[in-house]
């Protein structure tokens, strides 16, 4: 886990996973990473995890960068399986009843399992899992997948709920760095599956979290452009080395036109 400055946040969201942990006899350590937190969210999760392993930040590492630090400690120590929540997401109390199906149902292949998150007052699906609609040609459009009663083969995952076996964490490897907020679960998404490591969506809910909202960031139309374009080059927006490396990495030979038009749209008011 990662997180900064929201312990209330954090904090229920550790009760939420206590219990699921806890209706399906689930044995777990926190390793978690505190980005510079001021509001005593690291004391509070001591309070109630008290053999948690707590990093800390300056405020500089963001999620994706804070998420490798805290997957690299749990690798060292190695576990069965290794699970991404995020602190603003609440776990269902039959979360791992259904993340560890998906994940037996792999077995005994390496698996990434990703859980479907709702929104905690509409019900609709918020995060999860996601399907390239034109691979070909648009190989970063892409729809969220609602679930049903099957686990569903995805394409890219957000890094809300994922289950992870050992073995695929270990073929490969971490969240990458170069990505320095977001990014990097799509990333390590799409890295498994050219490596042939299925990443599935459970057969339900797994929990709850709002979407975040498009006010103040690059997306939200109401800003001036100029704002519109600070945000973008900003590290919540597309900062330009980590939408490089994501052009580059997953683009095809058409990856140039990719990383431009990511900017041109705002540009253009197309996004």
Partial sequence: MACYNRRDKTVACLEHLAIAAGRSRVDYRLFLFDDGSTDGTAE???????????M????????????????EAAMQEGFPA???????????PEAFDLLLAARDSAAPREVIVVGAISDPEGGHTTYGG???????????????????????A???????????????????????????????????SKRARKLGIPVLLTAGYVGACSRNPLKGT???????????????????????RSWLTMCWRHGGVLWPVHFLWGYAKVILGRA
Wanted: without cysteine; proline residues 5%; glycine residues 6%.
């Fill in 218 to 240: 690059h997306r939200d139309k109401a800003l001036p452009l100029l704002q519109r374009v600070q945000q973008i080059f900003s590290r919540k927006g597309l900062p330009w």
């Fill in 56 to 71: 800390r930040g300056d405020g500089s590492y963001f999620w994706n960068r804070s998420m490798n630090r805290a997957f």
């Fill in 130 to 152: 996601w399907r390239y609609v034109e691979p070909r040609f648009r190989p970063f459009l892409a729809r969220l997948l609602d679930p049903t009663d099957s686990l569903q």
């Fill in 154 to 188: 995805v394409d890219v995952m957000n890094g809300n709920v994922v289950m992870i076996t050992d073995g695929a964490a270990r073929k490969l490897g971490n969240l990458d760095p170069v990505f320095e907020h977001g990014m990097g679960d799509t990333d390590y």
């Fill in 44 to 54: 509070a999760v001591r309070a109630i995890e008290s053999d948690a392993v707590i």
């Fill in 82 to 92: 290794y699970l991404w929540l995020n602190d603003d997401t609440m776990l269902r």
